[in-house]
């Protein structure tokens, strides 16, 4: 059975009072719409159609050409967006899946389930209802006496008794690909609004006979759309709790959840804390036994097993085993550290490649640089990598030790085994296990710093006479 998904994503969120488009905001550092492109790809959908409106070239810049697109011109209603995917989908045969790109919240789990439910009773269509503590504003869903979804009824139209019911629709649906088209060409516009909606088609499969089945969500926070900034709020807090759950089902200690901010993609390995004031964002992949934190914020960083990360900011940086860094550590894109490396305090590393063993223990800036295994980086040593027009590279040899203070002018090479000696500012290549000193010979001149006092004291007052 082919299973395809149509993606209502062209609404432009007017209550979001917002530049960027509705389905473009993010929950947990990923776009809603591609939350909900996620689960229906979990749940095995073949083809996903994104219906796009407002925002048509933002939307589509961002998801690129993973999915197919159907523009809606005119926002006539849901009934009139699902039915610009039929020049692509209306012939097909199999099960759609009709989603709404605010719905960051619902899982891959649940749409499965909702389709067993649908194949298993042989409907035509099948609604995700959710149970709310407090409906109101929701249309219901009147079960008949066969437990099957007998109708919808709006919460303006609601009598006392259809008022009290909990279950509600989600506005997620599953049909029969085929049935589902043919009813869209019944759907009319005889409405307040004068738009074509989509539980209309729940009505026409029902009066034509056929079965109509509800799927009730295990957890009613699937249940949330997003449309403003107050429920894009509540789509955060419950996708953190959703996250922070999975890590620690999956081994990883983090000592407080509600100060600690972990986004969707990320994968951290067993036995490793994760302390607060933390953010892990992006495709960040931390490896087992690590201590991250406290206050430590990556993106799209790798981080081998057995590492620690204290204070750090991270951005697109592989560090390999037993490394340690921080605090107050900067690691700009393009860092690759090997492993049992040491970066401490006050340190910014980019673009460079710091072999396994080797020391920058603080208060150094290395840019553009190759180093190798062992070598040690004094304080306040740094590369002078940039001109102000050109970018130029470092390379240190193994075993090399660079001395406090020593600036390294790139281009440069620094051999195996070199010793450059602290407060060198260095221009030329240093060979192999040669010694490198370049400063300027100390010279001391005896009383001479009270006749430079005396002049400052003079000039002083002179000024404010």
């Known amino acids: 059975m082919k299973k395809m998904a149509i993606v209502l994503a062209a609404g432009q969120g007017k209550r979001m009072k917002s530049k960027l488009y509705k389905v473009l905001h993010a929950v947990c550092g990923k776009p809603m719409v591609e939350h909900v492109l996620d689960a229906v790809k979990g749940a095995s959908c073949e083809r996903s159609v994104v219906i796009v409106g407002h925002g048509a070239e933002a939307v589509q810049e961002k ?36 989603i709404c790109g605010d719905t960051p919240l619902v899982r891959s789990e649940t749409l499965q389930a909702m389709i067993g439910l649908h194949t298993s009773q042989g409907a035509a269509a099948t609604i995700l209802t959710a149970e709310l503590a407090e409906p109101s504003g929701y249309g219901r869903i009147v079960r008949g006496a066969d437990g099957g979804a007998e109708r919808i009824v709006e919460h303006k139209d609601c009598s006392a008794e259809e008022a009290a019911i909990k279950e509600i629709n989600t506005g997620t649906y599953c049909f029969d690909n085929r049935k589902l088209f043919q009813a869209l060409e019944h759907v009319t516009n005889n409405n307040a609004q004068g738009e074509y909606y989509l539980t209309d088609v729940i009505a026409i ?38 996250i922070m759950t999975r890590h620690q089902i999956n081994g990883v200690t983090l000592i407080d959840p509600a100060n600690t901010y972990i986004e969707s993609d990320v ?33 799209d960083t790798v981080v081998g097993d057995g590492s620690a990360l204290r204070q750090t900011v991270a951005e697109g940086a592989m560090l390999g085993e037993a490394c340690n860094v921080g605090p107050f ?4 894109p393009g860092t690759k550290l090997g492993s ?48 102000g027009y050109n970018k130029s590279i470092t390379e240190i040899g193994d075993n090399a030790f660079i001395g406090s203070n020593a600036n390294l002018i790139a281009p440069i090479k620094i051999g195996t085994g070199a010793y450059v000696v602290a407060g060198s500012t260095v221009t030329h290549d240093v060979a192999e296990n040669d010694l490198a000193i370049a400063r300027e010979r100390q010279v001391n001149k005896p009383g001479y710093a009270e006749r430079i006092r005396a002049q400052a004291r003079a000039k002083k007052a002179k000024v404010t006479e």
Request: charged share 25%; with cysteine; glycine share 12%.
């Open 63 to 98: 998801l690129g050409e993973q999915v197919e697109y159907a523009r809606q011109e005119e926002q006539l209603g849901t009934g009139h967006a699902v039915l610009q995917a039929a020049p692509l989908l209306k012939d097909e045969e199999g099960v759609t899946i009709v």
């Open 205 to 242: 499969l029902r009066k034509e006979g056929h079965t109509v089945a509800a799927y009730l969500a295990p957890d009613s926070s699937e249940a949330i759309g997003v449309n403003d900034r107050i429920a894009l709020g509540e789509a955060e807090k419950f996708m953190r709790t959703r």
């Open 267 to 299: 994968t951290i390995g067993a036995d490793t804390i994760v302390y607060p004031g933390t953010y892990l964002r992006g495709r960040t992949a931390i490896g087992s036994d690590c201590v991250i934190g406290p206050a430590s914020d990556l993106t």
């Open 329 to 332: 550590a900067y690691l700009r």
């Open 340 to 387: 049992r490396v040491k970066v401490g305090d006050f340190v910014e590393i980019k673009n460079a490649t710091i072999g396994e063993d080797s020391k920058v223990p603080h208060l150094s800036y290395i840019g553009d640089a190759v180093i190798g295994s062992g070598v040690n980086f004094g304080c306040g040593a740094i590369t002078a990598n940039y001109d």
